[in-house]
């Protein structure tokens, strides 16, 4: 059987038969040592037929449907034109050889080639690569590797863009910048709590937080210091004015050792350090917030914005997560304590990352497991809610969680929590209504702009009107006049209509005067010519 093989290359498409397999088919190392040799490899692989792109944007488009293991118009139609044809009910006495396997399987279910793909057709490929410039007699030095080179450029520039575009990377950053955070925070400000406490050990006990503990050691500075003066700083801290007193106490009895300036001036730079950070990591909690409610608001209602932006980061992207099967999604962050009871035939983990949220805690033993699986189910509809829909509401969100709640209710206390179908429903009249309302608003709104445009055109008017009285009396009998001079012309005119239609009955009489006087001169001057011809 005779092997065609395709080679997709960044200029164009090639086709490649292979010939003398039956001596090396069977054995790839055989191949392998050919393949550095030219004249060994070029005696068994020899070129059919070479079809180059037309563009750069076209070897983009045939790079892209390659890559996704679809076979496009042109290369069904350069494949068809060069590999021999198949009659129908005989086998074909050809194969191609492909690196793809989905392009392998696209291209046999179209045009019923078969198709194969394995490490000796990959060998022989990997040799066609090496030695592709050698084979095309056009292509020049260089003309290989510039092309390669603006084809990976477009491809990843095409990649990342449509990368740039996925918001939910911000999140992603965020939610892991939050937990080291959280750590650092936590680390550091027992770091302050071992120095300060070498100076004043009794205030570990009064202040547990340690963020107010950081404030109060930047605070008193020196323990032999502390004064009443110090009380009302101290409330503002602490919230209690009983705890500000004790600790004006406390220092006064305190039994820690004294510091040097230079001891207590690093103690206080490293206090502020870690109110910094705290406060840091306050502002990027509110950040994270804001992006969930704009990218998966629904999932943040449902679940909480923390709980979701880990499940997202541990996806991958929302679209992964949205891929996610609920019993996935239920197990996420889990995966070690899953294949440890896959090894050990064990009892499989019950939740993951949902086990934060605050539903599980609230039910009880027995349920867990339940109201894990149902959570998931509900974080899962959430997700590809959030992930396919063109706008974002919280609506979907809002009834999911009230479906939770009923179903713990319905574990506690045995209340029928409602159907789906039901809920789903009234979620999709509601956003409906919604969009209705929005509808509405829209013309409101431009109909509320020009009203104020036309009120403030009334409002200017009267307001020239009170600003020039005096110009307004002299604008009065200007019109005065003007309309005195009106009625004068409008008479004038009708008088002159009356002389006119006078005058027209005149210059009729006179016509039919001249007529009359036109006739009997005329019959004068004729009788005169007869006389004058009889004589």
């Known amino acids: 059987?005779?092997?065609?093989?395709?080679?997709?290359?960044?200029s164009g498409y090639a086709l490649f038969h292979a010939q003398g397999l039956d001596e090396i088919g069977q054995n790839t190392e055989a191949v392998r040592n050919s393949v550095a040799d030219l004249n060994r490899f070029?005696?068994?692989?020899?070129?059919?037929?070479?079809?180059?792109?037309?563009?750069?944007?076209?070897?983009?488009?045939?790079?892209n449907s390659v890559s996704e293991g679809l076979m496009t118009d042109e290369l069904r139609s350069f494949l068809e034109l060069n590999l021999p044809k198949v009659k129908e009910g005989k086998k074909s006495k050809f194969s191609l050889g492909v690196a793809e396997p989905k392009l392998g399987s696209h291209i046999s279910e179209t045009t019923k080639i078969p198709c194969q793909s394995g490490e000796f057709v990959l060998e022989l490929l990997r040799g066609v690569r090496l030695h592709f410039d050698k084979f095309i007699k056009d292509l020049k030095s260089g003309d290989l590797e510039k092309a390669q080179l603006g084809l990976a450029?477009?491809?990843?520039?095409?990649?990342?863009?449509?990368?740039?575009?996925?918001?939910?990377n911000m999140v992603i950053?965020?939610?892991?910048?939050?937990?080291?955070?959280?750590?650092?925070?936590?680390?550091?400000?027992?770091?302050?709590?071992?120095?300060?406490s070498w100076h004043f050990p009794e205030l570990v006990k009064i202040v547990n937080d340690n963020y107010l503990y950081a404030r109060v050691a930047k605070l008193i500075e020196d323990k032999s210091k502390l004064s009443e003066e110090h009380v009302p700083a101290l409330t503002e801290i602490l919230g209690d004015e009983d705890k500000a007193k004790e600790v004006v106490e406390a220092g006064k009895a305190s039994m820690g050792q004294?510091?040097?300036?230079?001891?207590?001036?690093?103690?206080?730079?490293?206090?502020q350090r870690v109110m910094d950070l705290a406060e840091y990591r306050k502002n990027l909690y509110d950040y994270l917030v804001t992006k969930m409610n704009d990218i998966a608001p629904n999932l943040a209602s449902l679940i909480?914005?923390?709980?979701?932006?880990?499940?997202?980061?541990?996806?991958?992207?929302?679209?992964?997560?949205?891929?996610?099967?609920?019993?996935?999604?239920q197990i996420l962050g889990a995966e070690k304590a899953l294949f440890r009871a896959l090894k050990t035939r064990g009892n499989t983990p019950k939740y993951g990352l949902i086990f934060h949220s605050s539903f599980i805690g609230r039910a009880s033993s027995k349920n867990k497991g339940r109201m894990a699986r149902y959570l998931a189910n509900k974080c899962s509809i959430a997700s590809r809610i959030d992930c396919f829909s063109e706008r974002g509401s919280t609506v979907f969100g809002e009834k999911l969680r009230e479906q939770v709640e009923e179903r713990l209710e319905f574990y506690d206390k045995g209340v029928a929590p409602r159907k789906n179908i039901d809920v789903m429903k009234s979620?999709?009249?509601?956003?409906?209504?919604?969009?209705?309302?929005?509808?509405?608003?829209?013309?409101?709104?431009?109909?509320?702009?020009?009203?104020?445009?036309?009120?403030?055109?009334?409002?200017?008017?009267?307001?020239?009107?009170?600003?020039?009285?005096?110009?307004?009396?002299?604008?009065?009998?200007?019109?005065?006049?003007?309309?005195?001079?009106?009625?004068?012309?409008?008479?004038?005119?009708?008088?002159?209509?009356?002389?006119?239609?006078?005058?027209?009955?005149?210059?009729?009489?006179?016509?039919?005067?001249?007529?009359?006087?036109?006739?009997?001169?005329?019959?004068?001057?004729?009788?005169?010519?007869?006389?004058?011809?009889?004589?």
């Open 304 to 329: 909480g914005e923390v709980v979701g932006a880990r499940l997202i980061s541990h996806a991958g992207s929302l679209t992964n997560l949205a891929k996610c099967p609920s019993s996935t999604l």
């Open 258 to 271: 004294d510091l040097t300036p230079v001891d207590l001036i690093n103690v206080q730079l490293f206090a």
């Open 42 to 63: 070029g005696k068994v692989v020899q070129l059919t037929a070479f079809q180059p792109f037309e563009s750069a944007i076209d070897g983009l488009n045939q790079c």
């Open 153 to 168: 450029h477009s491809y990843s520039r095409a990649k990342v863009k449509f990368n740039v575009n996925r918001v939910d």
């Open 1 to 10: 059987m005779a092997l065609y093989l395709l080679f997709e290359s960044s």
């Open 427 to 535: 979620a999709i009249e509601s956003t409906q209504n919604k969009d209705t309302e929005m509808e509405e608003v829209e013309p409101e709104e431009a109909s509320a702009k020009k009203s104020k445009k036309k009120k403030s055109k009334t409002e200017d008017a009267p307001a020239a009107a009170t600003n020039g009285d005096a110009s307004e009396d002299g604008k009065s009998e200007k019109k005065k006049k003007k309309e005195k001079r009106k009625k004068e012309q409008e008479a004038d005119e009708e008088d002159g209509k009356t002389n006119g239609v006078s005058e027209q009955d005149g210059t009729a009489k006179k016509k039919k005067k001249k007529s009359k006087d036109e006739a009997a001169t005329n019959e004068t001057t004729k009788k005169k010519k007869k006389k004058k011809s009889q004589e």
């Open 173 to 196: 950053q965020a939610i892991f910048l939050l937990d080291t955070l959280d750590k650092d925070i936590n680390s550091f400000s027992m770091r302050v709590r071992e120095w300060y």
